[in-house]
């Protein structure tokens, strides 16, 4: 059975920074893409960014310059460090994996409040 859990959510202040992990048990995670998701109170769930098998990255135009996704396979973790940090960006995180085509997984999310 695939696991995500995630952690390294909280509270910061404008302009801080956090970085959110990701572990994943399970499964073979050096062949998934994976991808960080956030859902703020009333909006739709929305992905922030990505990354494949190979590294290559992809991120929403909100968080480009502000946030990096990595992955450290050795550990089965893939993170999200995020830096110039808005109130806009409070909002449950949430982690996924690409399994396979068509079939997906999600950890149980971590809040995120950015806030003086």
């Known amino acids: 059975q695939v696991q995500l859990v995630e952690s390294g959510g909280g509270l910061v202040q404008p302009g801080g920074s956090l970085r959110l992990s990701c572990a994943v048990s399970?499964?073979?995670?050096?062949?998934?893409?994976m991808k960080w998701f956030r859902q703020a109170p009333g909006k739709q769930r929305e992905l922030v960014a990505a990354i494949t098998s190979g590294n290559s990255t992809n991120y929403a135009d909100s968080v480009k310059g502000r946030f990096t996704i990595s992955r450290d396979n050795t550990k089965k973790t893939v993170y999200l460090q995020m830096t110039k940090l808005k109130p806009e960006d409070t909002a449950v995180y949430y982690c996924n994996a690409d399994l396979m085509p068509g079939i997906w997984a999600w950890g149980q999310g971590t809040q995120v409040t950015v806030s003086s």
């Open positions: 399970g499964s073979m995670f050096s062949t998934h893409g």
